[in-house]
């Protein structure tokens, strides 16, 4: 089993900035992906960001220039830089991870519990 703590998110103004962190915990044996995945209300699950254990990474198109996804492999951590947030940012995020574990030794999608980012003046 793998379990993951997400660091709360909070309000911020348009043009400000927030952190977020999550830390997967458990029996882990390899994690090969850890993202990042938006939902606002009525609208779809959206990717985005990602990075791979070798460090390749991908963003949504809306957040490239302003978000910085990073990884502390060594903790199994990642984490999700946002800058220069818009009201548009505003959704509940979910970070995952594609790992394995002692239990189950093939690749599984893993989701952390969400979090709220709200971007209001």
């Known amino acids: 089993q793998a379990q993951f703590v997400e660091s709360v998110g909070g309000l911020a103004q348009p043009g400000g900035s927030l952190r977020l962190s999550c830390a997967a915990s458990?029996?882990?044996?390899?994690?090969?992906?850890m993202g990042w995945l938006r939902q606002a209300p009525g609208q779809q699950r959206d990717l985005v960001a990602k990075?791979?254990?070798?460090?390749?990474?991908n963003y949504l198109d809306s957040v490239k220039g302003r978000f910085t996804i990073s990884k502390d492999n060594a903790n199994n951590t990642v984490y999700l830089q946002m800058s220069s947030l818009k009201p548009e940012d505003t959704a509940v995020y979910y970070c995952?991870?594609?790992?394995?574990?002692?239990?189950?030794?093939?690749?599984?999608?893993?989701w952390g519990q969400g979090t709220q980012v709200t971007v209001s003046s």
């Open positions: 995952y991870a594609d790992l394995a574990t002692i239990r189950l030794r093939v690749q599984a999608r893993y």
């Open positions: 458990g029996s882990i044996v390899s994690i090969s992906v």
């Open positions: 990075i791979t254990t070798t460090g390749s990474i």
